[in-house]
Structures are given as structure tokens and as C-alpha cells.
């Protein structure tokens, strides 16, 4: 197969800072900010204060301090790879429309990584007693949750471990704590489709040896988007990077274990991780919107610090949704699941794969949005096929039709309040894994829950003016100074099917001041020995 055309994708983090800084994308922080109780809830503002997409950006800290007054001479950057879709769109070189048509051609086409011998992430290295004195410590690594959070968290990870069977290697986004100057705590999920990393650890712990591992902290967008994106076992992210940029990631041997890294990444932090001896880890506020209490997790021995001169350091928004970790995750993700139900399982009719982010973090509630008239067959064929692509989405999946919007959550209930008969529209499934959630009083596992909303029979337009008077009325709004309003969908009536000509003509009639016509017409048709309330079609066949 042949690969892809190159994108316009940044070729590191630095390259990408500086094209959403001349994109206005960017707001500079001077003002000294303490890494430990202001930065996250700074950049959480973004999130938790009514902003839109396109208002949101990334945060660059200039001027980062510590609890006991340490000063940091590298910036953090946070936000910046996806506190927007236009900022993930960025990393890809791509528009917001194209972000899955790349990953889909990046996932059929990946592009081998290419080694170099000298790379920026290796200009400065920290080995030995110079750990041990500073080292992780030197890095203005901030606590994520302020008042919860155990410790500062590397958060924007990608954590390389190696197969030893085989040697392909695989990147995951894992959290780390600080633990000491040389020492950190990683949470690797061992649940049911969890992470790459634990299943090395676990080949690496019947071996009895240590698992090497290498954590990159900031790297090129495209390199770093794999992270997340839960590609299959044994798939080579640093190849399907490739893909996503159209050209070969380039690539170093780290300085003290068997493992290779972005040439251009900006912080590298190589170790080896115990697999005899777990250490408790956490609490730490996790995507699913709760706190991660305490486990036994990986505990990592730095052998190495290896950076650029200058580098920036990188975090990420997460914990309670929406925040950057479900925007970079969404973007790439509906798309993905579309592609998967239109070509893969072949699906009439689907049109676009919502995945709800408010609270839920994406992986429980997954909208399918269908055209009108597709066969119940298609749309419960689409229904289980989004709900096991992946065992950690779909706990509850939900169809609708087009005129429905997904993300407007009245919009749902209407649709399921006139739409469903729970009695032949829903049904549960067993034994579904819990997934990513708090442990506190969980079971292992868990329904499924499919509803069909669609419209299957014609009804009666929808309740309010047509769109035309909606309009009309909207621009004499404006005119005359009213407030400020953001239409929200529905905001003007519409047909769904159940509407004659003579209905049409009545409206039309009413709207001209002309509804004495309709008075005259009703009169002429009147009708003895019925019950109020019976249907006029029902007598008269439905005329016109």
C-alpha cells in the first residue's frame, strides 16, 4: 500500500507552539503561578466556566513557581494539544472535517519510524548522583487536582515499553506521580482492554526482570495523539504517527534501557520498572470524573533525564468532563467508530457517531444518529456493533434520527419520551466489563443498555413557527436591541411526514389573515354521530 501524502503536521511541540501562537491560539501567562495550587485550576477555568470550543486556548506559563518558592526555567504549556478541536486539528496540519480521514488513512497506511543518531531530546542528559540530588524535582511538574491529587502527575505521557517477545514496541498515555527525585509511581490499567504496558509488564514480570520503560514529555502532536487512542496490540504507534504526518517519525535508542523515543521530543524520562515489588499510588483525580483512590501500582527507578536545552513542559486538562483529555479523545474517536459502522460492519443509513462528553467522559453514552427511514434492522445492527467495538464504550447506546442533535440533551429525552415503546425499543445485554470508573462499590461487571429512538411512523410537525417566521422574527429581535440569544436546536417547526396539503393551506390561509376561509371550509364539513375528539381523516378518508 502506498503512504500517504505528507500533511502539514508540526514536526514537534515547539514547531506546534508556534504556529497556534500565530494563530492567536495562545494566551501567555507572565504573572508567576504556583505549579502546586493555581496552574490546573487556572487552565480548569476553560472548561468549568461556560466557554465555547472555539473561545477556549492553550495556556503557556511563563513564570512557574513551587509551594516553597522553587523557580522553574522551562514553561508549561497546557491546553495545547487539544483544549479545542482547532488546537488537535493543528497537531495534524489538518481542519477540524479532516481529523478522521487522516487517522483512518494513518491506521491502513502507517509509515516506519526512521533512527538518528544525535537528537534535541538527548542535548542534555542527568545520569547517576545528579539524579538523585535534583532530578525529577527540577521539572515543574504540576498537581492536577489541588486539594485531592497525592502529588504532582505527569499527565501528557507517552509511556514506551517494548514487548519481549516479539520487540514491537507500544506508547500509552499513563499517569505518573512523583515519588522521589529518582522515582516515580505509574498507573498502568490492568482491567479488560487497559493498557499495552501492563501486558509487558506482565511478560516481563514471568521473566523475573525489570521492564524498561521510557516516559516522553512533549514530542510532536501526531506522535503524542497515538497515546489515547487505544490502537490495537501489537500495532506500533510510532508507525501509525507516521501515517498521521504522512512521513517517518524520526527516532533515538534512549541512553540507559533497550527502548527508542521521538528524536525531537522535548523531555525523556528513561527507567526501569519493579515487577516483584508494587507501591501504593494515588489518590489522583482521573478522567472518569472521581477521584482515584489509593492501589498498588508500578514503581519506576529513573536511570535518566535526557531533554532538550530548552525545552516546554506539557500537561494536559483532565479529570472531570469536558476537559482536554475528552476533547482529544472525542475528536479522533467518533470519527473512528463512523468509519468502523459505515465500511467495516457496513451500516445503511448511519450518519453521524456522538459520544456524550459532559460528566461522562465519552466511554459510557454513545449516540448513533441515523437518516430517515433506515430499517430497524440497520439501526440495531449499528446499536451493537458501536456498543462492542470496544469493551470500555458503549454501556449505553442510543439511536436517533436526523433532525435530532445529539449533543442537546432535551433533544434525547424528547426523542425517548414520543419515539421509544420500551416495551419492543430497548434492550439489555449482560456481562459487560465496568471499565474506567471509581472502584468504590463496583462490580466487575455490567449491563448494556441499547435503546432505539428513532422516528418509525410518520407524526405531526414539530410545535413551534416555521422556520421562515423564526427567522423573520429573529432579525426584528436584533433590530430593536433585544438580549443578546443563541439559537438552540429546535428553534423553528418542521414536518415529519404526518402533514397534508390542506393542513398546509390552512397554515398558509391563517398567516395571510385569511382564516375565515378555513372557517367556511370546516363548516361545510361538518358531521353528526361522533364522539368529540374523533379523528377528521378517519371519517373522510384523508382528502388532498
Not at 35 to 40: A, P, R, T
Not at 209 to 214: F, G, L, R, S, V
Not at 401 to 419: G, H, K
Request: contains cysteine; glycine residues 8%; aromatic residues 6%.
Amino acid at each position: 500500500m502506498s503512504s500517504p501524502a505528507a500533511t502539514d503536521a508540526p514536526a514537534d511541540l515547539q514547531e506546534h507552539l508556534a504556529r497556534l501562537t500565530a494563530r492567536g491560539l495562545v494566551t501567555r501567562i507572565d504573572k508567576p503561578i504556583d505549579k502546586d495550587s493555581e496552574l490546573h485550576p487556572l487552565a480548569r477555568w476553560q472548561f468549568q466556566g461556560g466557554l465555547r470550543d472555539e473561545e477556549r486556548r492553550a495556556f503557556l506559563f511563563t513564570n512557574v513557581v513551587g509551594a516553597h518558592g522553587e523557580k522553574y526555567d522551562i514553561p508549561v504549556l497546557v491546553g495545547g494539544l487539544a483544549a479545542s478541536p482547532e488546537i488537535y486539528a493543528a497537531g495534524l496540519g489538518v481542519p477540524v472535517s479532516e481529523i478522521g480521514r487522516v487517522w483512518v488513512k494513518a491506521m491502513a497506511a502507517p509509515i516506519p519510524p526512521i533512527p538518528v543518531n544525535d537528537a534535541p531530546c538527548q542535548d542534555v542528559v542527568i545520569t547517576g548522583d545528579d539524579l538523585k540530588k535534583e532530578g525529577l524535582a527540577a521539572l515543574p511538574v504540576p498537581v492536577s487536582t489541588p486539594g485531592f491529587d497525592s502529588a504532582p502527575y505527569l499527565t501528557a505521557t507517552l509511556c514506551v515499553t517494548k514487548d519481549p517477545d516479539n520487540n514491537i514496541q507500544n506508547m500509552g498515555t499513563y499517569r505518573a506521580a512523583l515519588k522521589a527525585n529518582d522515582r516515580l509511581g505509574v498507573r498502568m490499567a490492568s482491567r479488560l482492554s487497559g493498557a499495552g504496558g501492563y501486558l509487558h509488564w506482565e511478560k516481563y514480570k514471568k521473566l523475573g526482570q525489570p521492564m524498561p520503560c521510557a516516559i516522553v514529555i512533549g514530542c510532536a502532536p501526531a506522535v503524542l495523539f497515538t497515546g489515547p487512542q487505544k490502537l490495537g496490540i501489537d500495532v506500533d504507534e510510532m508507525a501509525v504517527a507516521g501515517g498521521l504526518m504522512g512521513r517517518p517519525v524520526r527516532t533515538v535508542h534512549c541512553k540507559t534501557v533497550d527502548l527508542v523515543v521521538p528524536a525531537d521530543s522535548e523531555i525523556v524520562i528513561e527507567g526501569l520498572i519493579d515487577t516483584d515489588l508494587l507501591e501504593p499510588e494515588g489518590p489522583f483525580g482521573e478522567s472518569h470524573g472521581h477521584v482515584a483512590l489509593e492501589d498498588y501500582n508500578m514503581s519506576m527507578r529513573v536511570t535518566a533525564i535526557t531533554r532538550k536545552r530548552k525545552p516546554v513542559f506539557i500537561s494536559i486538562v483532565s479529570q472531570v468532563t469536558p476537559s482536554e483529555s475528552s476533547v482529544l479523545k472525542k475528536v479522533a474517536y467518533e470519527p473512528m467508530y463512523l468509519e468502523h459502522l459505515q465500511h467495516a460492519l457496513g451500516i445503511r443509513g448511519i450518519t453521524r457517531v456522538v459520544m456524550h462528553e459532559p460528566l461522562t467522559n465519552l466511554r459510557k453514552v454513545i449516540f448513533l444518529q441515523f437518516a430517515r427511514g433506515t430499517p430497524r434492522t440497520e439501526v440495531w445492527r449499528g446499536m451493537q456493533g458501536a456498543a462492542n467495538l470496544q469493551a470500555q464504550c458503549g454501556k449505553l447506546v442510543i439511536a436517533v434520527s436526523e433532525d435530532i442533535q445529539p449533543e442537546n440533551a432535551d433533544a434525547i429525552f424528547w426523542s425517548l419520551a414520543y419515539r421509544s415503546n420500551f416495551l419492543e425499543d430497548l434492550h439489555v445485554t449482560p456481562y459487560r466489563t465496568s471499565g474506567h470508573g471509581p472502584k468504590s462499590g463496583r462490580a466487575p461487571t455490567e449491563g448494556t443498555l441499547l435503546i432505539d429512538a428513532t422516528l418509525k411512523h410518520d407524526m405531526p410537525p414539530l410545535a413551534l413557527p416555521a422556520e421562515q417566521y423564526m427567522s423573520r422574527a429573529k432579525a426584528i429581535w436584533e433590530e430593536i436591541g433585544l438580549p443578546r440569544i443563541t439559537p438552540q436546536a429546535p428553534w423553528h417547526g418542521y414536518q415529519l411526514g404526518d402533514w397534508t396539503q390542506q393542513w398546509a393551506d390552512f397554515a398558509d390561509a391563517a398567516v395571510a389573515g385569511d382564516w375565515r376561509k378555513n372557517g367556511e371550509s370546516t363548516y361545510a364539513r361538518r358531521h353528526g354521530n361522533l364522539k368529540p375528539e374523533t379523528p377528521v381523516r378517519s371519517v373522510e378518508k384523508t382528502k388532498g
